[in-house]
């Protein structure tokens, strides 16, 4: 590599693709993956189950950490994982059409592809980030935050969005569910491929000196107890995560169960869209709508002190489930109601999910500035998958509109607990 490339931000077009390259796979096992399961005949409860395991690997995201590190190489890693993840796209589409009899075996070979999905898609987002700062300096990573965040929410637009249409537009063509998810895989391995193969090219060797640690699973292990073990030693610790976890309930069980009452049918309690509605509302709009909440409020927290938003943050998060409380009263008469509903309540979340920074911030302590990239996405996965895995059955025995009033209900109760908790300390 030539001289002052590594500080030059010229030539860096890799940037954009590579982290939007990683929104495909992430975004097929984080929304897409519920609807495939409902497609497949998989039940509410069942269908939730598994699509909460999926965020298994992420929340084990910062064991890998180290032993990721250790491996070095991160271009080759990103190269062949991405390959791999081609590969798996492929084997995915191959099981919808090779196996689709309503039997518990066909519904697990759809989850052991997804996770072994979700488990490199993990594995190269901790690549990804390494292979970035190893790249650039600091001037020049903050240089291209921007980019980085349009290309991934762009990627996951137009692969929660586009692909979902694309699917049940094939739907009405074909009249054959299996065939439909088919050829929307082959179209998702095909977008990566291009990625992955632009990526062999794209990728430079990072600069001259680059160390590649060797080191076992087991020494990564005990590296991330270690840190662990600081965190433990934090004043309070165990209690902020306990406030989080409720401030973000509400969130959980509503993460998978505003799918189930978009797509179920108007018999059960639900709105009975397409794919085609669910796409451009939950798809396109929602994660645009996640996206403005999400950047907003952390702009917000720049120019205002936390101490004084915290509250308006909190008070956010518990909206959503009161936004499709209403929809089981006044279901929406058009696309563009649903629209507005949708675009409310995710903006809600993305606003609001900004105050869970200040926890990660609180646990991980100033001294370990760089724990706080790794311990954010694990943290946020271990407290909402429970109440998202969950969801599904408590929809299944309570009913939407009964789900949605007892999901609405507590949000208060998880406010008054984080004042009774004085978690005021966070914020100091």
Same mark, same amino acid.
């Given at each position: 590599?030539?001289?002052?490339?590594?500080?030059?931000?010229?030539?860096?077009?890799?940037?954009?693709?590579?982290?939007?390259?990683?929104?495909?796979?992430?975004?097929?096992?984080?929304?897409?993956?519920?609807?495939?399961?409902?497609?497949?005949?998989?039940?509410?409860?069942?269908?939730?189950?598994?699509?909460?395991?999926?965020?298994?690997?992420?929340?084990?995201?910062?064991?890998?950490?180290?032993?990721?590190?250790?491996?070095?190489?991160?271009?080759?890693?990103?190269?062949?994982?991405?390959?791999?993840?081609?590969?798996?796209?492929?084997?995915?589409?191959?099981?919808?059409?090779?196996?689709?009899?309503?039997?518990?075996?066909?519904?697990?070979?759809?989850?052991?592809?997804?996770?072994?999905?979700?488990?490199?898609?993990?594995?190269?987002?901790?690549?990804?980030?390494?292979?970035?700062?190893?790249?650039?300096?600091?001037?020049?990573?903050?240089?291209?935050?921007?980019?980085?965040?349009?290309?991934?929410?762009?990627?996951?637009? &137009?692969?929660? %969005? !586009? *692909?979902?249409? /694309?699917?049940?537009?094939?739907?009405?063509?074909? $009249? =054959?569910? #299996?065939?439909?998810?088919?050829?929307?895989?082959? &179209?998702?391995? %095909? !977008? *990566?491929?291009? /990625?992955?193969?632009?990526?062999?090219?794209?990728? $430079? =060797?990072? #600069?001259?000196?680059?160390?590649?640690?060797?080191?076992?699973?087991?020494?990564?292990?005990?590296?991330?107890?270690?840190?662990?073990?600081?965190?433990? $030693?934090?004043?309070?610790?165990?209690?902020?995560?306990?406030?989080?976890?409720?401030?973000?309930?509400?969130?959980?069980?509503?993460?998978?169960?505003?799918?189930?009452?978009?797509?179920?049918?108007?018999?059960?309690?639900?709105?009975?869209?397409?794919?085609?509605?669910?796409?451009?509302?939950?798809?396109?709009?929602?994660?645009?709508?996640?996206?403005?909440?999400?950047?907003?409020?952390?702009?917000?927290?720049?120019?205002?002190?936390?101490?004084?938003?915290?509250?308006?943050?909190?008070?956010?998060?518990?909206?959503?489930?009161?936004?499709?409380?209403?929809?089981?009263?006044?279901?929406?008469?058009?696309?563009?109601?649903?629209?507005?509903?949708?675009?409310?309540?995710?903006?809600?979340?993305?606003?609001?999910?900004?105050?869970?920074?200040?926890?990660?911030?609180?646990?991980?302590?100033?001294?370990?500035?760089?724990?706080?990239?790794?311990?954010?996405?694990?943290?946020?996965?271990?407290?909402?998958?429970?109440?998202?895995?969950?969801?599904?059955?408590?929809?299944?025995?309570?009913?939407?509109?009964?789900?949605?009033?007892?999901?609405?209900?507590?949000?208060?109760?998880?406010?008054?607990?984080?004042?009774?908790?004085?978690?005021?300390?966070?914020?100091?």
């Amino acid at each position: 590599m030539q001289k002052g490339t590594r500080n030059s931000p010229a030539g860096h077009w890799w940037v954009g693709t590579l982290f939007g390259a990683e929104e495909i796979p992430a975004a097929i096992v984080t929304y897409v993956a519920m609807l495939m399961f409902l497609q497949a005949d998989a039940g509410a409860a069942l269908a939730t189950g598994y699509c909460g395991l999926l965020f298994l690997p992420w929340v084990l995201k910062s064991f890998m950490r180290q032993r990721v590190r250790r491996l070095g190489y991160f271009r080759l890693q990103l190269q062949w994982l991405e390959l791999s993840l081609v590969l798996l796209l492929m084997l995915l589409a191959f099981v919808f059409v090779g196996y689709y009899p309503r039997v518990l075996t066909y519904h697990f070979s759809i989850f052991a592809n997804l996770f072994l999905i979700s488990l490199l898609t993990a594995w190269h987002e901790l690549a990804a980030r390494m292979y970035y700062e190893r790249m650039f300096r600091p001037r020049l990573q903050r240089l291209f935050n921007g980019p980085k965040i349009v290309a991934s929410q762009s990627a996951a637009v &137009l692969t929660y %969005g !586009l *692909l979902i249409m /694309f699917v049940g537009a094939l739907q009405v063509i074909y $009249r =054959r569910i #299996p065939r439909s998810w088919n050829e929307g895989c082959y &179209l998702a391995a %095909g !977008l *990566l491929l291009i /990625f992955a193969l632009w990526h062999l090219y794209a990728l $430079r =060797r990072p #600069p001259v000196g680059d160390p590649h640690l060797q080191g076992s699973a087991m020494q990564a292990v005990k590296a991330e107890i270690e840190v662990i073990d600081r965190i433990r $030693r934090k004043p309070y610790w165990l209690r902020c995560v306990g406030v989080l976890a409720l401030l973000l309930l509400p969130q959980g069980l509503m993460f998978y169960s505003r799918v189930l009452f978009l797509l179920s049918p108007t018999s059960g309690g639900g709105l009975g869209c397409t794919l085609i509605d669910l796409g451009f509302a939950q798809g396109t709009i929602g994660v645009i709508a996640f996206s403005v909440g999400l950047l907003l409020g952390r702009q917000l927290v720049r120019w205002v002190e936390m101490q004084r938003v915290f509250w308006w943050m909190a008070v956010a998060l518990g909206l959503s489930p009161l936004i499709y409380l209403l929809m089981t009263f006044e279901p929406p008469t058009s696309l563009l109601t649903l629209c507005m509903a949708t675009f409310q309540a995710q903006f809600f979340f993305g606003f609001g999910l900004n105050l869970a920074m200040h926890f990660v911030r609180y646990i991980s302590g100033e001294r370990y500035r760089n724990t706080i990239n790794y311990l954010y996405i694990p943290l946020i996965a271990f407290v909402l998958l429970p109440p998202m895995a969950l969801s599904g059955w408590l929809v299944t025995e309570l009913g939407f509109r009964h789900f949605f009033l007892l999901d609405a209900l507590l949000a208060p109760l998880a406010w008054l607990v984080a004042w009774a908790s004085r978690c005021r300390f966070i914020l100091s």
